[in-house]
């Protein structure tokens, strides 16, 4: 079965550091990766996506995410962190079905 | 573009009443994915429609169920509310089924007391 492990729960961070949210996956089928933010009190927006190709996958606001498949992971990395990068990030796998497999998601704290 | 739409974004019922919840896919989508999210068990897919057919589901009983309409605009109805339903409904919208990206509405925050 497809699942996905988010290894942090909460990640705090000073303003202007680098940070990275750390991501494994487990499948047996092509792999197709997401990860998501989401603000309070609003839905699920993507940030970047990996389906095939380059395994360096640049996405909105400055993130950026390797994918390694001997590692089965798929960290989130950012240079330098806003207070408005706080939020919660989800990693997700597309199941075989085609529905997203979450993982228990990263809060993501940027301290002034 | 606009993109996906759920009403209402929040909605109080009570033990034993039922509930639907609306989504309006963005335009020239076809495939529309519900999921639930709580603190507890996270985001969790409950059923994708495509072509006004549900094509996958997930483990929810049985008074959990959703249609599409032919203009890709679907609805999830939960019957016999729990308060263990309290959650926030997502809807996703893709081109197609399967491995498309899809893209969240804002969510229909449900409260059940």
């Known amino acids: 079965a497809q699942s996905v492990t988010q290894l942090d729960s909460q990640v705090p961070v000073f303003e202007e550091a680098p940070v990275e949210l750390r991501c494994n996956y487990s499948?047996?089928?092509?792999?197709?990766l997401f990860w998501y933010v989401q603000y309070p009190n609003q839905g699920l927006q993507l940030l970047l996506k990996y389906l095939s190709g380059s395994t360096l996958v640049k996405g909105i606001n400055g993130f950026e995410a390797e994918f390694n498949k001997s590692q089965t992971s798929f960290h989130l990395r950012k240079p330098s962190v806003h207070i408005s990068d706080t939020a919660e990030y989800f990693c997700a796998v597309k199941g075989s079905q085609g529905n997203l497999i979450f993982g228990k998601g990263t809060k993501l704290s940027v301290k002034p | 573009k606009a993109g996906v739409t759920q009403t209402p974004r929040y909605l109080i019922k009570t033990r034993g009443q039922q509930v639907t919840l609306s989504c309006s896919p963005i335009?020239?989508?076809?495939?529309v994915s519900w999921y639930q999210q709580t603190p507890g068990q996270g985001l969790q897919f409950l059923f994708e429609?495509?072509?006004?057919?549900?094509?996958n589901k997930g483990n929810f009983p049985g008074r959990f169920s959703g249609r599409q309409f032919s203009n890709s605009r679907s609805e999830m109805n939960v019957s016999t509310l729990e308060l263990g339903d309290s959650a926030l409904y997502l809807c996703?919208?893709?081109?197609?089924?399967?491995?498309?990206?899809?893209?969240f509405g804002p969510g229909t925050r449900l409260l059940v007391l």
């Open positions: 996703a919208s893709s081109l197609m089924s399967g491995r498309e990206t899809q893209y």
């Open positions: 499948s047996s089928v092509s792999v197709y």
């Open positions: 335009s020239g989508h076809r495939s």
């Open positions: 429609y495509f072509s006004e057919t549900q094509r």
